[in-house]
């Protein structure tokens, strides 16, 4: 028996109108197949990477859900670009209206879901595409969607990203200003550990920092490689215990590379961190 932990672990994965591999997402199989090994391995839940929820059977997937018993930890938008093309800070005017339409979307199907929050990580889009006004843009795009999850009791986690993959908003002190621009509290932050790796002076610093602004709504995990906790250098054990600390109550949710493969690389996360946990 596992002693009940405030913190939760989950694994990604893509739904199947996906039309591209998601580099990020663990599990494989159908639906059911990925579903029912994250059951069996002892994930709590998983975070869900649609690119259309339209295309989607949602009632089914939600009785696929309960049927295994997990959770939906977030709905995830890493999925979007990929698949579709719509970021929020793209060169064209209707194709940004077009991505905020899709993340109203998916901010509903969190809902439908029972996700608690909504993931802004590279959908985001590139400054230098959209050029001048884009943080303006991305702040006013956030600012109406957290207003629209709120009405649902939801919450937005906007990631800094390293500087290889988005050109704005790397570190949590970068995040942290650009929530007081948006002013909104149900905006909040995504720490994933393999970006802040990159980005962040201090190992654990920033975890306490947005802890203690009270806007820490989700954290991803991947080690400093993007391979599976324990399989790089990331100390996950010391912050475990900084969340822990902090009062964090949400998950932890694997988003990294699926090898040797998606199965051994969920795996080895669920025992390393349940390790890290003391629950092991
Ligand atoms: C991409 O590297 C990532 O971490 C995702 O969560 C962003 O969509
Ligand atoms: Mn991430």
Redesign the pocket.
Known sequence: MRLESAIKLSLAMQTPEVKHAVP?ALLSGTLTEKLSKAAVWGADGVEIMSSDPDALDVPALKRSLADARLAAAAVGTGAVAGSTGLTLLHADAEVRRQARMRLYRLIQFADQVGAPVVTI?AFRGRAAWMGEGAEGELADGLRAAAELAAGYGLRLAL?PVNRYEVDLIHTVDEGLDFLRRVGHDSLGL?I?T??ANIEESDRLDPYRRVLEAGRLFHV?LGDNNRLAPGWGVIDFRAIVACLRRGGYQGYLSA?LLPRPDPDAAAQQTLRHMREAMGEE
Do not use: R, T
């Open positions: 990020v990580g990631e995504l994933d393999f970006h991803h988003e």
